[in-house]
């Protein structure tokens, strides 16, 4: 089945500096890709919906200058945290669609990436 | 009110019983319904859709209540394998933008 492939799984960083997350998906092409955050013991939320060629779209109360969206290829997303504080210490997950959800096309999601910024 | 609704648990169990799992939402336009499974610190993965007609896999059996806006996990003859945070999932329109329950959280003792 489709594959989506996320980089760094886990990342450690210092407060103050940015850090970049990749998401790829390995055979499939995709237009759209989603962007979603996970607290502990609370539900994954939609951060941004990622259109390739095109600016993200960002779901409200997500700032949009602190996390970067870049969708420059088929099969490349990117997220970079912006001046990472200790409250975006995360789980990061992002997803892709193989195909077109009226002709069944599944969502896919990558393996997450765990950010803790000191 | 939150867009999807499930009680956190968690539910303990012991092998071989029975359990059901209970959502409900919001949003009376939303069109596909999802349960997926979430193992600790990893990603979501697709357990089974829920059509309207109630849809069955194995012990797993999904069924859907567009009326009263609810969804339903019933795992039969758990497993150990079967602990894990169930979430529910609603897809409120077209293009995969999918909105998560809380989770459900099982435990299956021996």
């Known amino acids: 089945g489709a594959v989506v492939s996320q980089h760094p799984s886990r990342v450690i960083c210092k407060s103050g500096t940015s850090v970049k997350i990749e998401c790829r998906s390995l055979?499939?092409?995709?237009?759209?890709m989603f962007w979603y955050r996970q607290f502990p013991k609370q539900s994954l939320m939609l951060m941004a919906t990622?259109?390739?060629?095109?600016?993200?779209?960002?779901e409200q109360g997500v700032e949009k200058d602190k996390f970067l969206i870049n969708h420059a290829s088929l099969t490349l997303s990117t997220l970079t945290v912006t001046s990472a504080h200790p409250e975006d210490s995360s789980f990061y997950i992002c997803?892709?669609?193989?195909?077109?959800?009226?002709?069944?096309?599944?969502?896919?999601f990558g393996e997450g990436s765990r950010l803790t910024v000191l | 009110r939150k867009e999807v609704e499930q009680d956190p648990g968690p539910f303990n169990v012991p092998e071989g019983a029975t359990v059901a799992f209970n959502c409900t939402y919001s949003?009376?336009?939303?069109?596909?319904f999802f349960w997926y499974r979430q193992d600790c610190r990893k990603e979501p993965k697709l357990l089974m859709s829920?059509?309207?007609s109630g849809n069955e896999d194995g012990r797993f059996t999904a069924q859907l209540n567009r009326a009263s806006q609810y969804i339903s996990l019933l795992i039969r003859d758990s497993k150990l394998s079967d602990s894990a945070t169930y979430l529910c999932?609603?897809?409120?329109?077209?293009?995969?933008?999918?909105?998560f329950g809380q989770g459900t959280e099982l435990s299956v003792k021996p």
């Open positions: 997803s892709a669609r193989d195909g077109f959800e009226g002709l069944g096309g599944e969502l896919f």
């Open positions: 829920v059509y309207s």
């Open positions: 999932v609603v897809n409120e329109g077209g293009g995969g933008k999918l909105i």
């Open positions: 990622s259109n390739e060629g095109s600016k993200a779209t960002y």
């Open positions: 055979d499939f092409q995709a237009t759209t």
């Open positions: 949003n009376s336009a939303s069109q596909s």
